[in-house]
T-cell receptor
Framework: LAKTTQPISMDSYEGQEVNITCSHN???????ITWYQQFPSQGPRFIIQ???TKVTNEVASLFIPADRKSSTLSLPRVSLSDTAVYYC?????????????FGDGTTLTVKP | GAVVSQHPSWVICKSGTSVKIECRSL??????MFWYRQFPKQSLMLMAT?????????EQGVEKDKFLINHASLTLSTLTVTSAHPEDSSFYIC????????????FGPGTRLTVL
């Protein structure tokens, strides 16, 4: 299972764009990259998932370089309610589908 | 879509008793369900993986006789903490996968267990 490394914490201000990078040097060919958001005392919430290049949805963008050894979650114009812990997961497929290891996550604090 | 529920949301019990936590996928059939434990200010730790109709696969260090997992249908998995002790107090979270191919897990809201 690919191990992930993220910054422990980040600070930002309302209205700014936030980019959180995750390193996954030993990502396997079939692995997808998934990002989750977690608020205190709640289960993680799915944000975005990708395999390569760029993926965008209504809340975030995910940038994945060609070598796939890292990925960057981009949150446009953050607000106070985006203060949370963000996890990137790299998961394999087949019989172990869904079995990914959570790293330490990045605690994002958005200030007014 | 892809909603996962857990019941109860919190439970307080006496040491030595057993507690059952339910995890349900409300609007989809989950091929696989997962159980995690999370201590304060720590990341999620995978406890076990369960597939409908088969025995759960436990992670190293997780006692299968203490944490009983049943996955009787494609929409329901249960975790029973047997003979609970204060050190079992934690936040238990389940997740469910839609398919085997994309590794997208959808998480329940979690269950806060406090053992007195």
């Amino acid at each position: 299972l690919a191990k992930t490394t993220q910054p422990i914490s980040m600070d930002s201000y309302e209205g700014q764009e936030v980019n959180i990078t995750c390193s996954h040097n030993n990502i396997a060919t079939n692995d997808y990259i998934t990002w989750y958001q977690q608020f205190p005392s709640q289960g993680p919430r799915f944000i975005i998932q990708g395999y390569k290049t760029k993926v965008t949805n209504e809340v975030a963008s995910l940038f994945i370089p060609a070598d796939r050894k890292s990925s960057t979650l981009s949150l446009p114009r953050v607000s106070l309610s985006d203060t949370a812990v963000y996890y990137c997961l790299v998961g394999d497929k087949g019989t172990n589908a869904g079995k990914s290891t959570f790293g330490d996550g990045t605690t994002l604090t958005v200030k007014p | 879509g892809a909603v996962v529920s857990q019941h109860p949301s919190w439970v307080i019990c006496k040491s030595g008793t057993s507690v059952k936590i339910e995890c349900r996928s409300l609007d989809f059939q989950a091929t696989t369900m997962f159980w995690y434990r999370q201590f304060p200010k720590q990341s999620l730790m995978l406890m076990a993986t369960s597939n409908e109709g088969s025995k759960a696969t436990y992670e190293q260090g997780v006692e299968k006789d203490k944490f009983l997992i049943n996955h009787a249908s494609l929409t329901l998995s249960t975790l029973t903490v047997t003979s609970a002790h204060p050190e079992d107090s934690s936040f238990y979270i389940c997740s469910a996968s839609l398919t085997r191919s994309t590794d997208t897990q959808y998480f329940g809201p979690g269950t806060r267990l406090t053992v007195l």
